[in-house]
């Protein structure tokens, strides 16, 4: 977990040493705030497992979702995998329906950002804030730039560098 220079910090409020211990949580904290895609690099670099997943706060996991992902990594590991944004509901935050959500999306040369492209499970871009990939392609690739602290466009750079470095931008089939 990165805390981005929270007042209190969060392993003061949310996460204390004893839930720390008992979900083997790790913190990294910026003393002042960084940025969204800042404190996302700084999460993906200390990263030790074998895998490196990010889901924004509208996103829910549901289960078992890791299983295609480490599937489709498995195959290729400069492989980025992006799950289907789907319909949740608000009170049990469960998914709304089957699957039936997107994930594709591409930029036109006039720069307008739009949704769809072909039946393929291959993107040139994902949507951004939810994403998973092998930690050796996060290091490999550098992850996300670190001069790219705000919010916005890190979808556009990190799916066309992927691209462009060698690798595959997929969709998965649900989250």
Request: hydrophobic fraction near 35%.
């Amino acid at each position: 977990v990165v805390d981005d220079g929270t007042t209190p910090p969060l392993s003061e409020t949310h996460l204390p040493p004893h839930v720390q211990q008992q979900y083997k949580v790790k913190i990294r904290r910026h003393e002042s705030t960084i940025g969204l895609i800042g404190a996302k690099k700084t999460g993906g670099d200390a990263a030790t497992g074998d895998l490196v997943t990010f889901f924004d706060c509208h996103v829910a996991p549901q289960k078992d979702w890791y299983k295609e992902f480490l599937g489709l990594i498995g195959q290729n590991y400069r492989r980025m995998v992006i799950p289907q944004i789907t319909a949740l509901d608000i009170s049990t935050w469960k998914q709304v329906g089957e699957g039936g959500g997107m994930s594709k999306c591409y930029v036109t040369w006039d720069g307008d950002f739009k949704w769809g492209g072909p039946e393929d499970m291959y993107m040139g871009m994902l949507s951004g804030g939810l994403l998973g990939m092998s930690k050796r392609w996060w290091d490999e690739s550098g992850g996300y730039d670190d001069q790219m602290l705000g919010w916005g466009g890190e979808n556009i750079d990190q799916g066309v560098r992927m691209w462009v470095c060698g690798g595959e931008n997929v969709g998965a089939s649900q989250s």
